[in-house]
């Protein structure tokens, strides 16, 4: 569901009556009016959404870039790191139509309301989706991968394409209901794109839809990496030959990767059950209350969007492979302008991921392919 959607409204396929996450009711005290947070919103929604565009823009670009053109995908976790920047680029193009919709209304139309809804929310799904898969995959390199064991061939790339395509279609059924009921809808406030719900079904599809997607976006994907990191973790404290100092910088890296999940998606997702619990059982009666909740879904939301900001930095920047051919290209750069680097033969140092202890005759094989630390 996109950030700036919390002004939508939620109606009853022909019905008179209407309910929102941001809805003006009557009260006791008379019509609680949403002025004051649809001011906020058009002011605080596209300066957090122009700084996410720059920043995530960068980031994921010059990954897809790297990996398009100089970096070998030799693991699952490559390949989902490349799906993960496209996936995020995807999601940012669309912010700078939500912000023109939070300071103008939605000026392009049903097909485009329906389609940018969709592209929003099923690549938000997907993105969390791969993080998961990437700790699954790291689990896997360093508990079950034999020590010196070949890289995949033509069968093992055929199997991440195959988890690719199963990731992205489970992220393209999240998004169906936004391309499905999503309509623009106008009103004296203006035109807005929103989710309009047949009557008898509005109420429990909303509910079941926002539990639905706290369970697969957030719940799922965080007990995953939560479950596969620690074993990471514990592995890693125990490897052999890897000196005490890279164990701990590794460590402390899984538990950045696991804390910024957390920090950035856990807000949001409190918000979302709180919104369920109202539209199951109508909690919410205060209008102070009300518009409350309406800036913490603004706020939330807009955190859990600057992950896509930071999972350049997490997943790929951090890695010494990832950061070498970065600064190669850079030299490469520099020398086209005229200038002239120190040209020094040190390649970074990376950390493997294939803990196990090699035998002399393994570690001297040029063919051998360990997965690195890219965190």
């Given at each position: ?212 997607e706290v369970t697969l976006r957030f719940a799922l994907p965080f007990a995953v990496m ?66 409350g909740l309406d800036r913490a879904v603004q706020v939330t939301e807009s955190l859990a ?71």
């Amino acid at each position: 569901m996109s950030a700036t959607k919390t002004m939508e409204t939620y109606d009853y396929e022909g019905a008179d009556s209407s309910f929102n996450d941001s809805y003006e009711y009557n009260d006791e005290h008379g019509v609680c009016g949403k002025e004051a947070v649809r001011s906020f919103g058009s002011v605080f929604l596209p300066a957090v959404y122009a700084g996410a565009l720059v920043a995530g823009l960068a980031g994921n670009a010059l990954v897809v870039a790297v990996y398009a053109s100089r970096l070998r995908l030799r693991t699952l976790t490559d390949v989902c790191i490349l799906n993960l920047a496209v996936s995020d680029l995807m999601l940012l193009f669309t912010l700078p139509f939500w912000a023109a919709d939070a300071v103008h209304g939605w000026r392009l139309g049903v097909v485009a309301c329906k389609l940018t809804s969709f592209v929003y929310s099923a690549n938000f799904s997907c993105g969390m989706l791969l993080l998961a898969c990437i700790s699954v995959d790291r689990y896997r390199a360093v508990a079950l991968r034999p020590a010196g064991r070949a890289g995949p061939g033509a069968r093992g790339r055929v199997q991440w394409t195959l988890v690719c395509v199963l990731l992205w279609a489970a992220a393209s059924f999240l998004g169906l209901p936004e391309l499905i009921f999503c309509v623009v809808k106008h009103s004296h406030h203006g035109a807005s794109c929103t989710a309009r719900y047949p009557t008898g079904m509005a109420r429990p599809a909303k509910a079941a839809l926002e539990l639905m997607e706290v369970t697969l976006r957030f719940a799922l994907p965080f007990a995953v990496m939560t479950a596969c990191y620690c074993l990471v973790g514990r592995t890693l404290s125990r490897a052999a030959g890897v000196r005490r100092a890279r164990k701990w910088r590794a460590l402390r890296v899984l538990l950045a990767v696991v804390a910024v999940f957390l920090l950035t998606q856990l807000p949001y997702n409190v918000v979302k059950l709180v919104r369920a619990m109202d539209v199951m059982y109508g909690l919410v009666s205060d209008c102070g209350v009300s518009r409350g909740l309406d800036r913490a879904v603004q706020v939330t939301e807009s955190l859990a969007l600057v992950h896509t900001c930071i999972n350049p930095l997490l997943y790929a920047f951090v890695g010494s492979s990832f950061r070498g051919h970065v600064l190669k290209a850079a030299k490469r750069l520099g020398q086209r302008l005229g200038r002239h680097p120190r040209h020094d033969r040190d390649e970074p140092v990376e950390i493997p991921l294939n803990t196990c202890s090699r035998t002399p005759s393994q570690s001297g094989s040029e063919e051998q392919v360990t997965s690195n630390f890219t965190i």
